[in-house]
């Protein structure tokens, strides 16, 4: 099997068993209770307790919870049917850890995943073997990245690991210059932190909601180097909520909507604020001020819209169609970039012009997506659909 393969086909109901028994807990949870979310969200039925309810020829997905799989490893395995996947040990003998399998095979496979370790030939020919140590990649849409799933026996000596890959794993691969290389070592420990009090994942949102007026009140107050501590801090709190959820497996709609409305609406408010504030404080206010506070406002949701229209048109995202379009996502105009150019110019006394390099800085990030457009629109014309660089096998 393929990486480009490891997609759970559609239309397919599949039930699933855990088997055995786990003293440990990963990010404050029973990791059979984290399987088990990751397998509900994935559409797989619980089958029901001391009956073989599920026809013959049906498909069963069994797996041991003393084993963490996550959401990649789920879905590389419901790709293939007929697929076990093994743990190999130094020995060379096989340790099955999960199967897809039809459910007249059930038995058969129960009795092997919870038995010993054994050679090769005593598995059910014609089953397809994943390697749990080197599983192939599986792109993810979500988080705009291929990553290779995880697929870890549970001990007290992997658990830190596990965790430490597990939220490796649930970082965006797309994302901007801040949230990629300054929070993800602090935010990893913030989550943990979060995770072993129980904290759920809206309550940071909430958290990170109550921020936004805060830095909205600090910039139009003029209080900017406390409004841009606030604002970094909210940006911190959006990243924490977003790992948590995906880590404990407490993601909800809600959830989703609530963090997504929040982190759509708020930039370019803050920009006004920024104007409103720091214009209060200019005597005589520059010739070009309204017209900055005009391109930065509506910029941004113009910027916004084209991203939109760019997926809806070509059905893949603008910054994950060629590789230079996630890197140039590290720094194009969102909220931490902008963030950035203003602390910059507060830092020298010059708050005007941080409103100024941000109104440029998303006029130009404008025009640089408006050829990405016309020049998505011709490879499709010349080439057919357009795919993302991070669905190419290779790019992982």
């Known amino acids: 099997m393929t990486s480009e393969d490891a997609q759970p086909k559609p239309g397919v109901r599949v039930a699933y068993q855990l088997l055995g028994q786990c003293s440990q807990q990963?990010?404050?949870?029973?990791?059979?209770?984290?399987?088990?979310?990751?397998?509900?969200?994935?559409?797989?039925?619980?089958?029901?307790?001391?009956?073989?309810?599920?026809?013959?020829?049906?498909?069963?997905?069994?797996?041991?919870?003393?084993?963490?799989?996550?959401?990649?490893?789920?879905?590389l395995i419901l790709a293939a049917p007929d697929s076990a996947?093994?743990?190999?040990?130094?020995?060379?003998?096989?340790?099955?850890?999960?199967?897809?399998?039809?459910?007249?095979?059930?038995?058969?496979?129960?009795?092997?995943?919870?038995?010993?370790?054994?050679?090769?030939?005593?598995?059910?020919?014609?089953?397809?073997?994943i390697d749990a140590a080197n599983p192939p990649t599986v792109f993810e849409d979500q988080l705009r990245k291929r990553s290779r799933p995880l697929i870890r026996a549970v001990n007290?000596?992997?658990?830190?690991?596990?965790?430490?890959?597990t939220f490796e794993l649930a970082y965006k691969g797309v994302?901007?210059?801040?949230?990629?290389?300054?929070?993800?070592?602090?935010?990893?420990?913030a989550t943990r932190f979060a995770a072993r009090l129980g904290v759920s994942p809206n309550a940071v949102t909430a958290v990170s909601l109550l921020?936004?007026?805060?830095?909205?009140?600090?910039?139009?107050?003029?209080?900017l180097a406390l409004g841009l501590s606030m604002g970094f801090a909210m940006s911190f709190l959006d990243t924490v909520d977003g790992k948590l959820a995906r880590v404990t497996q407490t993601s909800s709609t809600?959830?989703?909507?609530?963090?997504?409305?929040?982190?759509?609406?708020?930039?370019p408010f803050w920009w006004i604020a920024w104007w409103w504030g720091v214009g209060n404080a200019l005597v005589p206010e520059p010739s070009w001020w309204n017209a900055a506070g005009?391109?930065?406002?509506?910029?941004?949701?113009?910027?916004?819209?084209?991203?939109?229209?760019?997926?809806?048109?070509?059905?893949?995202?603008?910054?994950?169609w060629r590789r230079w379009d996630s890197r140039f996502r590290l720094i194009s105009s969102r909220r931490n970039?902008?963030?950035?150019?203003?602390?910059?110019?507060?830092?020298?006394?010059?708050?005007?012009?941080?409103?100024?390099?941000?109104?440029?800085?998303?006029i130009g990030c404008l025009a640089i997506h408006g050829v990405r457009w016309l020049q998505a629109w011709l490879a499709v014309r010349r080439s057919g659909p357009l795919s993302s660089w991070l669905e190419d096998a290779s790019a992982g």
């Open 26 to 75: 990963v990010w404050g949870r029973d990791v059979a209770v984290l399987l088990e979310q990751v397998l509900l969200g994935a559409g797989l039925e619980p089958l029901p307790s001391g009956t073989e309810a599920i026809p013959k020829d049906g498909t069963i997905a069994i797996f041991r919870v003393d084993y963490f799989f996550d959401r990649s490893a789920v879905k």
């Open 85 to 129: 996947i093994i743990d190999w040990q130094d020995s060379g003998l096989a340790q099955p850890v999960a199967v897809l399998c039809a459910a007249s095979e059930a038995d058969r496979w129960r009795a092997l995943i919870l038995g010993g370790a054994r050679s090769k030939e005593d598995l059910p020919p014609g089953i397809e073997l």
């Open 156 to 165: 007290e000596t992997t658990r830190d690991e596990i965790e430490t890959r």
């Open 175 to 189: 994302t901007d210059i801040v949230t990629k290389h300054v929070f993800p070592r602090p935010a990893f420990y």
């Open 211 to 223: 921020l936004v007026f805060v830095v909205l009140d600090l910039f139009a107050t003029h209080h």
């Open 254 to 267: 809600f959830g989703n909507y609530f963090d997504h409305l929040i982190d759509m609406l708020h930039p």
């Open 294 to 320: 005009i391109a930065t406002f509506a910029g941004y949701i113009a910027l916004r819209l084209l991203e939109w229209n760019f997926i809806a048109t070509f059905g893949v995202r603008i910054h994950t």
């Open 337 to 362: 970039p902008n963030l950035i150019l203003l602390s910059a110019a507060t830092l020298v006394g010059r708050a005007d012009l941080g409103l100024a390099a941000v109104a440029l800085w998303t």
